[in-house]
Nanobody, 116 residues
Framework: QVQLAESGGGLVQPGGSLRLSCAASGNVFSIYTMGWHRQAPGKQRELVAT???????NYADSLKGRFTISRDNAKNTVYLQMNSLKPEDTAVYFC??????????WGQGTQVTVSS
C-alpha cells in the first residue's frame, strides 16, 4: 500500500503563492503517476495536475500557467506550486498516487484558502 501526507496549505491573499508538498511512503516503487485534485465546498472533486515518474505533466486547462506540478522521485514527493491565487482556488487539495496493483491512493487533504 501507499500512504500520502500533504503539507503546505493555509491562508493566502489573492495574488499570492503557495507550495504544496505530498510525501509518499510504503510501496513507493509501485507508483507511476502522482497528482493533485481539489474540492471546493459544494462542488465535485476536480483534477488539478498530474505527473508521471518520467516527468510528463498534465494540467486542468483553466490552471495552466498559474500552477506547476513537479516531482522528486528520490524523495518520493510531489509538489504543486500555485501562483497568482484567486478566491476561486479556495478548496481542499488532495494528493493522489496511482500504483501498479493497488490502484489510486489519496492523501487526507490540505486546506487552501484565498482571501483578503
Amino acid at each position: 500500500q501507499v500512504q500520502l501526507a500533504e503539507s503546505g496549505g493555509g491562508l493566502v491573499q489573492p495574488g499570492g503563492s503557495l507550495r504544496l508538498s505530498c510525501a509518499a511512503s510504503g510501496n513507493v516503487f509501485s507508483i507511476y503517476t502522482m497528482g493533485w485534485h481539489r474540492q471546493a465546498p459544494g462542488k465535485q472533486r476536480e483534477l488539478v495536475a498530474t505527473i508521471t515518474r518520467g516527468g510528463s505533466t498534465n494540467y486542468a486547462d483553466s490552471l495552466k500557467g498559474r500552477f506547476t506540478i513537479s516531482r522528486d522521485n528520490a524523495k518520493n514527493t510531489v509538489y504543486l506550486q500555485m501562483n497568482s491565487l484567486k478566491p476561486e482556488d479556495t478548496a481542499v487539495y488532495f494528493c493522489n498516487a496511482d500504483s501498479h496493483g493497488t490502484g489510486r491512493s489519496w492523501g487526507q487533504g490540505t486546506q487552501v484558502t484565498v482571501s483578503s
